[in-house]
């Protein structure tokens, strides 16, 4: 039975070729439209680590003073060296990291280069095996070097492409800001996005190409990246007192149960801290996992949330639009469907065959739109935004392009098919 | 001609009708409110930044093994070597004045505080204003080529310098009209006195500069956007930038003077590719998404009214073909070509009419609604009254060819059997 309504739909859709054409343009615009900011949407918001994002939290103090102090206010985004330090060494979690990013000047031992920049991540041992970060060549470093405050550095498989030719370098020097470090490790390919555990140095840039302990970088006061927070007397020459926050805090918790201890130890470490008179205000703290940080922060631009907006008020004024196109169509063949009826067709086949022809369009309309969506996030790529890039169709959005282009369409038959069904056979027989 | 049978003869295509007039309202809801972002972000894009961006570059660049900018020692050592810099750079024959700053108008890279007319006052609290400070030396005027409009500007005897993070007093400084006008409403600010960042020490206000944009691009500056301020102070640190105004038409030559020429003072500092910037090049990357989207919802909008168009002349093509006998009787009834085409184009302004009205409604609901979620001001009524023209022109526009067609029609066709 649907070979030959599919067969029947063929047949009328041949027949008006221009108004078939209206329809199957106007899904496939509004379906590629759609699914182009939907896809941009859809890698921007999605986890960063996939499995394991549930079980890293971020772990929020408020160690400010009285001034503009605000019952229920939300603590700093960041914490400051010794509440981040006292945090990191009391070892309360599975894994705990303290970082925050920076650029350094990165001299090649080989002339051929000039020097250059590189955004780079000063943090503590535990950030590779708590983001399951891979490793091309090597290891990180651990708490040890962290505590010595040791001269060495993990660089991203790019960094090492781009000085040492992709070999193994583990165990070479390499030179940043007159400064000699030896190569520990080299990552394997690796950029979660959003760039999660440091949103305040752009939430899709570029990640940074070299790793380098905490203790080290500050002792050495290489350039911090991203925000510094002070209140009191605020800004001094030595970030290890001052009162700024300019850290970021991650630990891994592997269980709800562990998650909840954990905020308690946080309440204690305040009121503790408040006791000593470090903190002036009541305990406020936070522990939010990743995707709680990420919504928290609304790190997916509210320009690509309007896109997606307008691409869905684009494609309703499509699906109208094929409403009334096939409401005309529909109805045109009402002495057609006259004699299908006469000749024992029910309301139901005949509801039933034109809804196959809706969805014909709408399989032909999925295709136009999914060629429109390729076309558009290639656009998109090739703009100069932080997440151009990542602007790429995975198979579930290809599935689900197919999936919403029917189903719309079908929704859009839905009226005109009802509509020439309640045709009285006999009325149509009669004025032919 | 009377309305009564072209509303009677609607009467028996409902669904056709509500759809078509269903579409003209979302049309217009869209395409207002698209073309009010547009506008908005054209408007933001095109705002003069006060500095005269032509002949303009700006050089960022960081020394390597740079004595620490935390020592007084080190402070002097930076110091010199900036001045060198300087030197330098305005010995080239092809640059007319250099300045160092910390920033440049929408180079998203600020330095903000708070400015008071009282000594002391709580940063953020009542009675501040916001300001963006230009830290800079006595050449920032003609580099930037600000025009002052009041005052005198900076002499190379009020330039001081200090460490990148230290806190020093500011004895003078040079405000923009719009700060002035927000801090001493009644007269001339020239010689008043005012406090920065909460500071007991007061600055007095040398000049007032005509217009100059702070440099943050985002929307958290829009409300100080004009508030700019400007110290006499070079600041030293272990990098630096320097503003740098060439004569006219030697932009480029001067950009590829700079490296061989900064390299020979000091070869131990890093000079990228970033690191010599022409102005427009700032410009162009500060509003490169206001620039992105508002083409977006230009293409987006330009499809929407080719799309709905399309479904009028669709719908109305088999209105026409439906209705051949009717047409063919009213024409051998006596109607003239003309009455046939005014009909189907009187039809078509009464459901455009129809939608036109709900689709004001439904823009000016989609506009508090994006109002509420997103930053939108109220949509101005010229923009609603323009999009309600255009409908009801595209509708016209569309209806003609069917309208057309039907006003060909012979009378012979009442004859025929349908």
Redesign the interface.
């Known amino acids: 039975m649907l070979g030959y309504y599919l067969d029947l739909a063929l047949r009328s859709l041949k027949r008006n070729k221009a108004?078939t054409a209206?329809m199957v343009l106007?899904i496939a615009?509004g379906i590629g439209?759609s699914m182009t900011t939907l896809t941009v949407l859809h890698v921007l918001s999605g986890d960063p680590l996939p499995g394991k994002s549930g079980k890293l939290f971020y772990p929020q103090l408020d160690p400010q003073d009285m001034?503009?102090y605000k019952p229920q206010g939300e603590p700093p985004a960041q914490v400051g060296w010794i509440d981040g330090m006292a945090l990191l060494h009391a070892k309360r979690a599975r894994y705990q990291a303290l970082m925050t990013g920076g650029a350094v000047?990165i001299?090649p031992a080989q002339s051929a280069i000039?020097?250059?920049?590189e955004n780079a991540r000063y943090t503590s041992a535990d950030f590779f095996a708590m983001f399951d970060v891979p490793f091309l060549y090597g290891h990180g470093w651990n708490a040890a070097d962290d505590e010595a405050g040791a001269r060495v550095a993990v660089l991203t498989r790019e960094l090492n492409d781009k000085l040492f030719g992709g070999k193994d370098s583990t165990g070479q020097t390499l030179r940043m800001?007159?400064v000699a470090f030896r190569i520990v490790g080299v990552l394997d390919s690796w950029r979660p996005t959003p760039h999660f555990y440091d949103l305040m140095t752009g939430s899709y840039s570029a990640d940074e190409g070299v790793f380098v302990p905490l203790t080290t970088a500050t002792d050495l006061?290489f350039?911090h990246n991203g925000s510094t927070d002070c209140w009191g007397k605020g800004?001094?020459?030595?970030m290890k007192t001052a009162t700024c926050t300019w850290l970021q805090f991650w630990v891994q918790l592997d269980t709800p149960a562990e998650a909840a201890a954990y905020r308690e130890y946080l309440l204690n470490y305040s009121r503790e801290q408040q006791a000593l008179g470090r903190f002036q205000r009541p305990p406020n703290v936070r522990l939010r996992d990743v995707m709680g940080w990420l919504d928290y922060n609304k790190v997916v631009?509210?320009?690509v949330?309007?896109?997606v907006w307008?691409?869905f008020?684009?494609l309703?004024?499509?699906l109208?639009?094929t409403?009334?196109?096939m409401?005309?169509?529909f109805?045109?063949r009402a002495a057609e469907l006259g004699v299908r009826r006469a000749l024992g067709a029910s309301r139901r086949s005949l509801f039933a065959q034109l809804l196959v022809e809706a969805g014909a369009v709408g399989l032909v309309g999925g295709t136009g739109g999914l060629l429109l969506a390729l076309a558009g996030l290639w656009l998109v790529r090739r703009?100069?935004?932080d997440y151009a890039a990542l602007a790429h169709l995975d198979l579930p959005m290809l599935l689900a392009t197919f999936a919403f282009a029917v189903v719309a369409t079908l929704l859009a038959g839905l009226?005109?098919a009802w509509?020439a069904c309640l045709i009285p056979p006999a009325l149509q027989l009669k004025?032919? | 001609m009377k309305l009564h049978p072209i509303l009677a003869a609607l009467r028996k295509h409902k669904?056709?009708t509500v759809?078509?007039a269903?579409?003209i309202a979302?049309?217009l809801?869209?395409v207002c409110n698209?073309v009010f972002?547009i506008g908005q972000r054209i408007e933001r894009v095109n705002r003069p930044t006060g500095l005269d961006e032509s002949n303009l570059f700006l050089i960022s660049q960081?020394w390597?093994?740079a004595p620490?900018a935390?020592t007084p020692d080190g402070v002097e050592k930076l110091d010199a070597m900036q001045r060198e810099d300087l030197a330098a750079l305005r010995q080239l024959p092809d640059v007319v004045s250099v300045a160092p700053i910390n920033s440049i108008p929408l180079l998203n890279s600020s330095w903000t505080g708070s400015v008071s007319l009282k000594p002391g006052a709580?940063l953020?609290g009542k009675g501040n204003t916001r300001t963006a400070y230009y830290f800079t030396d006595e050449q920032a005027l003609s580099t930037l080529g600000l025009r002052l409009v009041a005052g005198r500007a900076f002499t190379a005897g009020d330039v001081q310098h200090q460490g990148f993070?230290d806190?020093r007093e500011r004895p003078i400084a040079i405000i923009t009209r719009q700060l002035a006008d927000k801090l001493f409403p009644q007269g001339s600010a020239v010689g008043k006195v005012m406090y920065t960042d909460g500071s007991s020490a007061p600055t007095t206000v040398v000049g007032v500069v005509e217009r100059l944009q702070i440099p943050a691009s985002g929307s958290w500056g829009n409300e100080f956007v004009w508030n700019s301020t400007l110290i006499p102070t070079r600041l030293d640190a272990?990098?630096a930038r320097y503003a740098v105004r060439t004569k006219p038409g030697r932009l480029d030559a001067a950009m590829r003077a700079v490296a061989p020429v900064l390299y020979k003072v000091n070869p131990?500092?890093?000079?990228?590719d970033d690191s010599v910037k022409p102005f427009d090049e700032i410009r162009a990357?500060a509003y490169?998404?206001d620039r992105?989207?508002a083409v977006?919802?230009g293409v987006?909008c330009l499809?929407?009214l080719c799309?709905?168009a399309?479904?009028i002349v669709?719908?109305t093509?088999?209105?026409v073909?439906?209705r051949h006998r009717q047409i063919g009787v009213r024409r051998a009834l006596g109607a003239r070509k003309a009455d046939i085409l005014h009909y189907f184009q009187i039809e078509n302004l009464l459901i455009a009419g129809a939608g036109v009205v709900i689709g004001v409604l439904l823009a000016v609901g989609l506009n508090l609604w994006?109002m509420t979620h997103?930053?939108m001001s109220r949509i101005p009524l010229p923009y609603v009254l323009t999009g309600v023209l255009a409908m009801l022109a595209m509708g016209q526009a569309a209806v003609f060819v069917p309208a057309r067609r039907a006003s060909n029609v012979p009378p012979v066709e009442a004859t025929r059997a349908?």
Do not use: H
Request: glycine share 10%; net charge neutral.
């Open positions: 108004l209206l106007a615009l439209a001034d503009g000047p001299q000039e020097p250059f920049f800001d007159d006061k350039a800004f001094s020459d030595n631009p509210s320009d949330r309007l896109q307008l691409a008020g684009f309703l004024v499509c109208v639009n409403v009334g196109l409401l005309a169509k109805l045109r703009q100069p935004s009226l005109p509509r004025s032919n | 669904a056709g759809l078509i269903l579409q979302l049309t809801a869209i698209a972002i960081q390597v093994g620490s935390d709580q953020g993070r806190q272990n990098f131990l500092r890093v000079l990228d990357k490169r998404a992105g989207m977006l919802m987006v499809i929407l799309v709905t399309a479904g669709g719908l093509s088999f209105w073909g439906q994006l997103y930053e349908a």
